[in-house]
């Protein structure tokens, strides 16, 4: 008896138990009721132990996919919101930053036209009243009636700019005056702007009540009389002035002012100014600071309200010329941009948030359907092996089966043999004896032939090519199926052509491939019954072996899938996939090609062709004639 053959499985369970079938019958019989008690053994053998188990449980019960969603959520928004917010923040702050200087620059351009329309307005008046003193002499502008027909012509030429005219003699006594008030012989030595006016050719005074007890300025232009200094003086029209800085509007809260080095305001503002005015000094008083210089400044109240300040100089750096905005009116585009910003942010991050958790989603169940169909390769796998180690088992039984057939067969040769003597020919039941013996000897052979059949397709035999008839191929696969096909209440009929050209194929994989052919098509008509044809021909250069059942067909959705791996349509444990997948194999190896056609509720059949050699004729489909020229 040959040695046992070792497969896939050595060493486990299955192992041992084809080592117990080995020592004698009732262990065979234990072994095989082991075997096929169920999912039990299946379990022991094949179910994964430890953390494995525990993944997969995790698996099936959903958690895993929930966790991998969460987790491909988070990443997908990560990646999405982190180059989101950094180019939004980048493109923000240089935005701001842009648009803050440009609000400076607007404010400063703005002050120097301001600063140079106030400045053209006071070297007006001054140069006014300078021209007229020096057109006339002292004894005509101390004419009042002269000096009010000058101020009437100063007036229709530069509107009500000037109020009124007057001549000062060194003792700051007034000894003319044109005018709408009573200031004849007013004494003005005391006055501030007279001492400055006697030291100064031409003089422009800050904005005082003086006598009038209303706000206006003094222009002033100094002359000499007979060695004595005198001065001409104009009061220039408050409203006309104020209206020039009044009329400065910057956004909603910008406003103007001046301040003199006092400290002073020289109009009425607007609007409230800031309470602190010792930055204002600090700019009129450094001397730093030249004619065209403009200062920009942001600036905090007590209550934290953000302010710009931009300043500049008038009259030569006596006054100060100031535009004040608060900064929310100033920078509103910008707040307006953040409001903007803010809602292309939510809106595209809602978006983003929505295609990762449908992209996450999507490509979890993509990931949830290819481990399923894992899990079911990993089981159809198992069952291959699983036949496999049976397909050993079988063999090993079968081999031993065939020895006790053997010594059955020459036993009852030998008592045929004995029947031949002479006192035992007298016998009354030789013919029953030799009836029997010759029965014993009949089924013996059977019992071999099977189990010859059996170890062919069992055992892992050597693909050796060489030239065989396919019809006797056909013949033994049919033979090894009949009984199978008459449980499954299934009808067997060959149609095979004589005279088939020899073929140069290996015979046990030329058998595998039949066998699986037919085994599938037993498979679909279980139960149910049908016909299942097999025939063979020549066409095209090709021996063809065509398999054909009327059974329930294959669904169009499924043909192109048939020959993958692992691809099956029959239940968990009724098929591994890989029947198909390796005839689609061997026949391609051999040269040749396996093609099907299948219509559902019509039946299947599967067209196998196996290369003709080439010394061999060529034959038509049409014709089992040599070819032309062949």
Request: charged share 25%; hydrophobic share 40%.
């Amino acid at each position: 008896m040959c040695p046992a053959h070792r497969g896939p499985y050595a060493g486990s369970p299955l192992e041992a138990l084809a080592a117990e079938s080995r020592t004698g019958s009732k262990s065979r019989i234990e072994f095989l009721r082991r075997l096929y008690s169920g999912a039990g053994y299946r379990e022991r053998i094949f179910a994964p132990k430890g953390p494995e188990t525990m993944a997969n449980a995790e698996i099936h019960n959903g958690g895993y996919y929930r966790s991998l969603t969460r987790n491909m959520v988070v990443i997908m928004i990560l990646v999405s919101f982190t180059p989101l917010i950094l180019i939004s923040g980048t493109i923000l702050y240089y935005f701001e930053f842009s648009y803050r200087e440009k609000v400076a620059e607007h404010i400063k351009v703005l002050i120097k036209k301001h600063k140079q329309n106030i400045d053209n307005f006071l070297n007006e008046k001054l140069s006014d009243i300078r021209a007229v003193a020096l057109s006339y002499d002292y004894g005509q502008l101390t004419n009042e009636t002269f000096l009010t027909e000058r101020l009437r012509i100063l007036q229709d030429a530069y509107g009500r700019s000037f109020v009124d005219l007057g001549v000062v003699d060194e003792d700051g006594r007034q000894i003319a005056y044109a005018g709408p008030f009573s200031l004849r012989s007013a004494d003005y030595s005391k006055a501030e702007w007279f001492k400055e006016a006697m030291n100064h050719d031409v003089y422009i005074s800050d904005v005082f009540s003086g006598l009038r007890g209303s706000p206006h300025f003094i222009v002033t232009s100094r002359r000499e009389h007979r060695g004595k200094h005198w001065v001409l003086r104009a009061t220039v029209d408050f409203e006309a002035f104020n209206s020039l800085v009044g009329n400065i509007r910057v956004g909603r809260t910008g406003f103007a002012f001046i301040l003199s080095k006092n400290g002073e305001v020289q109009v009425n503002p607007r609007a409230e100014m800031l309470p602190s005015r010792e930055m204002y000094l600090d700019f009129l008083r450094d001397p730093k600071i030249g004619p065209d210089e403009v200062a920009f400044l942001e600036t905090t109240d007590k209550s934290d309200t953000e302010y710009l300040e931009v300043m500049a100089p008038l009259k030569n750096g006596d006054w100060l010329l100031a535009i004040q905005q608060k900064a929310s009116d100033a920078y509103s585009v910008i707040r307006h941009v953040r409001q903007l910003v803010v809602v292309i942010f939510l809106v595209g991050g809602i978006g983003i948030v929505a295609v990762a958790m449908l992209l996450s989603r999507r490509m979890v169940r993509h990931i949830a359907r290819a481990d399923r169909e894992k899990e079911m390769m990993n089981e159809q796998v198992i069952e291959a092996g699983k036949l496999a180690s049976l397909g050993e088992l079988a063999a090993g039984i079968a081999h031993e089966i065939n020895n006790p057939v053997a010594i059955m067969v020459e036993e009852a040769g030998w008592i045929q043999d004995l029947l031949i003597e002479e006192d035992l020919k007298k016998t009354q039941n030789l013919e029953e004896f030799e009836r029997a013996l010759g029965q014993i000897r009949i089924q013996g052979r059977r019992c071999k032939e099977i189990t010859h059949k059996l170890l062919s397709f069992a055992r892992k035999t050597d693909p050796t090519v060489k030239d065989v008839q396919l019809n006797e191929i056909v013949e033994d696969v049919v033979s090894l199926s009949e009984q199978r096909a008459k449980y499954s209440n299934v009808r067997m009929t060959t149609t095979l052509e004589s005279g088939l050209p020899n073929i140069n194929v290996s015979p046990s994989e030329v058998q595998q491939v039949l066998l699986n052919l037919i085994n599938n098509a037993l498979d679909a008509m279980d139960g149910k019954g049908g016909t299942l044809d097999i025939t063979s021909r020549t066409g095209g250069g090709f021996v063809v072996v065509d398999v054909a059942d009327n059974g329930p067909g294959i669904a169009k959705a499924n043909l192109p899938r048939i020959f993958d791996p692992f691809f099956t349509t029959k239940p968990v444990g009724k098929g591994t996939g890989l029947g198909l997948s390796i005839c689609y194999g061997i026949v391609k190896k051999l040269g040749g090609d396996i093609t099907v056609n299948s219509a559902v509720g019509m039946g299947t059949a599967f067209h196998v062709y196996f290369p003709l050699p080439k010394s061999a004729p060529s034959y038509s489909r049409e014709s089992k004639e040599p070819a032309a020229g062949a």
